[in-house]
């Protein structure tokens, strides 16, 4: 069934009568980013006001595959469950060459996790549930038709021209977070250089509708027999939608392709028959590039307007959430006088990184995809033949290695003999407790989580005391006997000793709010 | 772990020889994949990939 667009209405904003006392936070761009972005700054009391060109939600689905660590994030903002309940959840992705299955990944092996390993939703309707949940919230006030159209800073505030259908008018703020996507207008008025590659190759995007059974896992072909040599890839998402995309090459010319007489036979052969109806289609080049910086002293760049990344991999959308996830808690500190500005720095810092992981891995990804004629080729096709009789070469065979959050570079005390994937600059993994989940109970504050011993005396800091059952153990402690994690607002965790040292807890969480850390 | 320099395998010119006779007869494409295989099965073999890149570095400088 195809998504209904309802149009939000426009409602004529009071500057356009009179000057607007200055916002603390404006978002420009209610995508899934910008919405994301007001409703955790809601979380911590903070008001926003998100502006938009548009008055609906994306036109088209484009992000389909929602990371567990984004539905982590969506929880704290209340969608999380309704994101769960809508989706299509799924964990397996296998990949073919020709008509042989050669690789497949289980993306969440193990039990005792609130959140699955994936979700496919569509994009209209998780912004959708966005925008209700910023309709109810008191802290949030969404502007639909109000267009920006020319920024300025001076020192402490940055001030912007806005077009509606009834005039212009300005708004100042103490921070503007860009979160006006990849084509960012914002980007291209501070000048600001957007850098990267950009793939010579084309593919076709198709969602269409039809009646069928296909598991909900994720498919993909190299050189299928349906799609002369090229690759192609199938997806289920819900209401009987399914996602294809189809290698074009870089010759493919982007206005004959998007006909519906050449692409409906294209999809034929994918699927096998004609039972189907188109309900979205497009042609991408695909690109990575990011700004050097994601931070332009009062003006933050979060989202697709700082980094944008080929799609497979998932890793659009689900890399601007967990920019949401590391600038929340320290705007809403910088904002509410509870931190200085280089906090934000931190923000900066942690992003930059992560961007760069994920271009690192969807560059690859695409380059595995699509090689340049010569060495890239010889050596992405003798893998793919490998892959049929050497177990090593399959899962080289790259069609997307999907969205994790990354582990931040922290220096921090740390105990090696405790498990690796909850080191100091990981995200805390979650694990059932007594009245529900580990997640639920994390977060929003820096918090001390105490497992297996005594909570510390004098500690200034919300504590959390667990048992140590089987998952927490596994988890958290390793081989140690007990174990005192410093989590930080975004549940990333800062620190972990074996012992309790109240003083040295106490330091690092005072570094983290200063910015030092 | 740094990249061995000094010799290493028993009977070099066996393993020379063993090298030469795959590509006998092989057209220069079949050649290419056939030594793309090969780097590709030896690179899973050494295992190492600091020791790979070492590999990498000498044989771009004999370019
Ligand atoms: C084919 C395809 C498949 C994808 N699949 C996935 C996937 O499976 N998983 C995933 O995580 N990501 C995926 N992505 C990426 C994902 O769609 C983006 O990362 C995501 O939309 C970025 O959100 P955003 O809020 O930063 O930007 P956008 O969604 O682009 O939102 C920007 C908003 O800003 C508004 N705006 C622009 N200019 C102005 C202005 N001057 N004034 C006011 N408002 C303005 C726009 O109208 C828009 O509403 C995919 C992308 C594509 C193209």
Known sequence: MAFDYKPFEYVSPPGLYSAEPRHPVVIVGAGPIGLAAALELANYGVSSIVLDDNNVVSV??????????????????????ACVAKGVTWKVGRTHHRAQEIFSFDLLPEA??????????????????????????????????????????????????????????????????????????????????????????????????????????RWFWFEPDFHNGQ?????????????????????????KESDPKRIIPRIEKVIGHSDFKLDWTSIYTFQCRRLSRFVHDRVIFVG?????????????????????????????????????????????????FGADENLLNSSRATRFMSPSAGA????????????????????????????????YPLTA???????????????????????????????????????????????????????????????????????????????????????????????QANAIWEGRL | MTLKLSKNIDDQDAAYAALIDAHQGLSEAHSIALNARLVLILCNQIGDLDIIKQAIQLACKEN
Request: aromatic share 8%.
């Open chain 1, 60 to 81: 088209g689905s484009r992000a389909i595959c929602w990371s567990k660590r984004s539905l982590e994030i969506l929880d704290r903002i209340g969608i999380g469950e």
């Open chain 1, 112 to 217: 005792g996790h609130k959140m699955p390993a994936f979700i496919n939703l569509q994009q209209y309707h998780v912004e959708q549930m966005l925008v209700e949940k910023c309709f109810k919230s008191p802290f949030v006030e969404l502007r639909f038709k109000n267009k920006v159209i020319a920024i300025e800073q001076c020192g402490t505030e940055a001030i912007i021209t806005i077009e509606t259908p009834e005039g212009t008018y300005s708004l100042s703020a103490e921070y503007l977070l860009a979160c006006d996507g990849a084509r960012s207008p914002l980007r291209a008025m501070m000048a600001l250089d957007f850098e990267g590659e950009l793939f010579e190759e084309r593919f076709l995007i198709a969602d269409i509708e039809m009646e069928g059974e296909f598991p909900s896992e």
């Open chain 1, 231 to 255: 690759s192609a890839l199938l997806h289920k998402q819900p209401d009987n939608i399914y996602r294809i995309d189809l290698q074009l090459g870089w010759d493919a010319d982007p206005e």
């Open chain 1, 304 to 352: 697709d307007s700082a980094h944008i990344v080929s799609p497979f991999g998932a890793r659009g959308g689900n890399g601007g959430l967990q920019d949401v996830d590391a600038l929340g808690w320290r705007l809403a500190a910088v904002v509410q006088g509870r931190a200085s500005p280089p906090l934000l720095e931190q923000y900066n810092a942690e992003r930059t």
């Open chain 1, 376 to 407: 890239e080729r010889w050596f992405r096709d003798e893998t793919l033949a490998l892959a049929a009789h050497a177990d090593f070469a399959r899962p080289m065979v790259n069609s997307g290695r999907l969205s994790v959050p990354c582990i």
């Open chain 1, 413 to 507: 005390p740390d105990v090696s003999i405790m498990p690796t994937q909850t080191r100091p600059g990981a995200t805390a993994i979650d694990a059932p407790i007594e009245d529900g989940w580990l997640l639920n109970r994390l977060g929003g504050q820096m918090l001390v989580l105490v497992i297996g011993c005594k909570a510390p005396e004098g500690i200034t800091l919300p504590v959390l005391t667990l048992e140590p059952t089987t998952e927490i153990s596994a988890r958290y402690l390793g081989d140690a006997a007990h174990g005192i994690y410093l989590v930080r607002p975004d549940q990333v965790i800062a620190a972990r000793w074996q012992d309790i040292e109240v003083q040295a807890i106490q330091e």
